[in-house]
């Protein structure tokens, strides 16, 4: 059993940047892979970027180069940080976590994992 609370989320100007993180409960973080998911009104929710217990990162394509995923095992925190925003990034930015998961093809889709934060919202205005 894993909670997952994210913060950090605000309203920013175009090509200005933002750090997101999700803080989880228990003693067991470092086993579990996390994945940053986001939805924007009337979408479905989309893979953002993910990091597998293992260290391996993925990133969505419309992200890759601006955002960065990383972990600290001893704060049980992940984070996003995301530079240069762009208005199309607008969303509420959703936290998940999955155990000691590595293969991409579950890291990178929704219902891959079992776990979710509340979320964070993010607007990128123009």
């Known amino acids: 059993q894993v909670q997952l609370v994210e913060s950090g989320g605000g309203l920013v100007q175009a090509g200005e940047s933002l750090r997101l993180s999700c803080a989880a409960s228990g003693r067991t973080f470092s086993s579990y892979s996390m994945g940053w998911f986001r939805q924007a009104p009337g979408k479905e929710r989309e893979f953002v970027a993910a990091?597998?217990?293992?260290?391996?990162?993925y990133y969505a394509d419309s992200v890759k180069g601006r955002f960065t995923i990383s972990r600290d095992n001893a704060k049980n925190t992940v984070y996003l940080q995301m530079n240069s925003l762009k208005p199309e990034d607008t969303a509420v930015y959703y936290c998940?976590?999955?155990?000691?998961?590595?293969?991409?093809?579950?890291?990178?889709?929704?219902?891959?994992?079992?776990?979710w934060g509340q979320g964070t919202q993010v607007t990128v205005s123009s």
């Open positions: 990091i597998s217990w293992t260290g391996s990162t």
């Open positions: 998940a976590a999955v155990v000691r998961i590595s293969v991409r093809m579950v890291l990178t889709t929704t219902g891959g994992y079992d776990y």
